[in-house]
């Protein structure tokens, strides 16, 4: 091993079911998109199923359709789709596909025999979703091409901005604007299906935004949505590990990786640790970050380079082998994502989704 994220599956599981009893009378979508957060989609994927979660949640075609190729079969919304979308495939592979606007939907209509396709309000994130008149448009296109058996509206949804601070104003603005939505899809002749706008910080703070179904991603995965959305039940389900490549006595006034932009002030022992920016581990976290080493958190020194970091242990006994933990639970001293996403000025959604590079992953608990 060089450098392995040990996932945890049963954790998984273990924290969907605790998510249910947020939302016990919606739905559950867990949101695999993005290589499922760093941890692995496929895995997860099949993971989130035996956890019980009703849906699965992608953004792009790609994902949805290697989903599909592994086996997958269950409900499945995919939502970012650029023009030329394999949406003919998508729907062969009973895939619900999401239209922001028109000109989406009438391709949509005219990929298959009669889609289900989900309508995407933009209610102020101002991202993807139609917005205003667009949403005027979209309703009425909508109810002309169900009318005449070319689509299924299955689903009308959007996303909050700011659902990780549950006191900002614009979750309520955003809130009454999908309300209004819905209203309007349904005035228009279309029963709007499946209503949904919660992603986890809006699906554990907001219970008046759940709706018809809830979309869990980074409370899933274990991790707050941000540390004032604070989810006891759940646990991180990644830990990043590695053993030490090199381990050396350094004199005080020794100076550390490329700029030398840190300076021993004493003797010590530097380890080197053999994962860097090539395995998304964020530089801005040079000289701040820390590691977990035999049960305590010791600091990166210096600037972290592509392929490895160095770490400063001070006069703790190392050797060449001795395993390291990059982040994980915290249950062992070692520091979590959200940390390495202080240091790094981040989130901790942007610590785990950027895991790449020449990570093995080991999946404890697969069935
Ligand atoms: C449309 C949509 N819904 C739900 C989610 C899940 O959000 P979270 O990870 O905050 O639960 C995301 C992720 O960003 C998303 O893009």
């Known amino acids: 091993m060089n450098a392995d994220l040990l996932v945890d599956l049963d954790q998984y599981r273990a924290n969907l079911a605790a998510l249910r009893t947020y939302a016990p009378s919606a739905l559950q979508m867990a949101v695999v998109k993005a290589n499922a957060y760093g941890h692995g989609m496929v895995p997860m994927a099949r993971a989130a199923r035996q956890g019980g979660a009703d849906w699965l949640g992608v953004a792009t075609p790609a994902e949805a359709l290697e989903l599909r190729a592994a086996g997958d079969r269950g409900p499945l919304l995919c939502w970012l789709a650029v023009p030329g979308a394999p949406f003919a495939e998508l729907i062969d592979a009973d895939v619900e596909v999401t239209a922001s606007g028109v000109d989406q939907l009438q391709a949509i ?179 701040r970050a820390e590691v ?33 933990t990059v982040f994980g639970p915290g249950d062992d001293g070692e520091p979590t994502a959200q940390d390495w996403a202080d240091a790094a000025g981040t989130i901790a959604y942007e610590i785990v989704t950027r895991l790449a590079g020449r990570w093995s992953r080991t999946y404890r608990g697969e069935r």
């Not at 274990?222 to 990644?238: F, Q, T, Y």
């Not at 004493?266 to 581990?281: A, D, F, M, Q, S």
């Not at 049960?295 to 390291?324: E, F, S, Y």
Request: glycine share 10%; charged share 20%; proline share 7%.
């Open 109 to 287: 209509a005219a990929a298959g025999d009669r889609p289900r396709v989900q309508l995407k309000v933009d209610t102020g994130l101002s991202r993807n979703g139609a917005f205003g008149p667009q949403w005027d448009d979209l309703v009425a296109a909508a109810a002309r091409l169900q009318e005449a058996g070319s689509i299924e509206v299955t689903g009308i949804w959007s996303h909050f901005a700011s659902a990780d601070e549950p006191e900002n104003p614009s979750n309520d603005h955003q809130e009454s604007v999908f309300r209004a939505a819905v209203d309007q899809l349904a005035a228009a002749g279309v029963d709007p299906g499946l209503r949904h706008l919660a992603n986890s910080a809006a699906a554990v703070t907001r219970p008046s935004s759940h709706f018809d179904l809830v979309r869990m991603g980074i409370a899933a995965y274990g991790i707050d949505p941000d540390p004032a959305v604070h989810v006891p039940e759940v646990r991180p389900v990644l830990t990043a590990r590695t053993v030490l490549a090199n381990v050396k006595r350094v004199p005080a006034g020794a100076s550390v990786s490329y700029g030398w932009r840190w300076t021993a002030d004493r003797e010590t022992t530097l380890g080197l640790v053999p994962v860097g920016y090539g395995e998304g581990i964020h530089r801005t976290a040079s000289n």
């Open 292 to 324: 977990g080493f035999d049960g305590n958190r010791v600091p990166v020194r210096g600037t972290i380079c592509m392929d490895q970091l160095v770490v400063d242990l001070g006069d703790q006994p190392a050797r060449i082998g001795d395993p390291v």
